[in-house]
């Protein structure tokens, strides 16, 4: 059975989900009290609803709990963004992911039963930040507050140079999981598997270690 999903709240963040999950195929029920929002994803969602997420009767009244995964992707407004959070974990939602709007706020998120929090500005800005800084660094994703995993591009130094011969592991504490050529993807290459200059090294590891591998390879 396909997974069915709710969003609440229709702003840039909460209609970007929406929008990526209906084109995967999966079941979306879109939920904002502005008339107007849901009316433009009234085409894109299964289900676009106008409703106050507040109010537990309303949530239940939706069918909520028996929905996989809830997505609280509501703006400014930090006390909805609570209310709705210690509603649907009341009801008994099984999943629910929620954007913060700052560190405060994921505090109180946590406490009262989110499942995972979001920070998507600044997580894009890291990303950001991060590819700008580095030429070889095509993309960041942030595992948590100290480890990442990252695209580098390999250049003339790591070219022709097998995994075995660079030993990445031993000498920055980094693995890498797998190696994109053209249009091949090599998962968990062998250490005897050499690296050619533009191949793409997903890297993962320790931010520290990412930086001090890329200052003493990549530059």
Known sequence: MKKEFVVVGLGRFGGSIVRSLSEQGLEVMAIDQDEEKVNEFSSIASHAVVADSTDESVLKSLGIRNFDHVIVAIGEDIQSSILTTLMLKEIGVKNITVKAQN?????????????????????????????????????????????????????????????????????????????????????????????????????????????????????
């Open 103 to 219: 560190d405060y706020h994921e505090k109180v998120l946590r406490k009262i039963g989110a499942d995972q929090v979001v920070h998507p500005e600044r997580d894009m800005g890291k990303r950001i930040a991060n590819n700008i800084i580095s030429n070889n660094v095509l993309d960041y994703l942030e595992l948590s507050d100290e480890h990442s995993i990252v695209e580098i591009v390999a250049n003339e130094r790591l070219d022709g140079n097998s995994l075995i011969d660079l030993d990445i592991r031993a000498k920055y504490g980094l693995n890498i999981v797998a190696i994109k050529r053209d249009k091949d993807i090599i998962v968990s290459p062998q250490a005897d598997e050499s690296v050619l200059k533009g191949d793409i090294l997903i890297v993962i590891g320790a931010d520290s270690d990412i930086s001090r591998f890329e200052k003493k390879v990549m530059f």
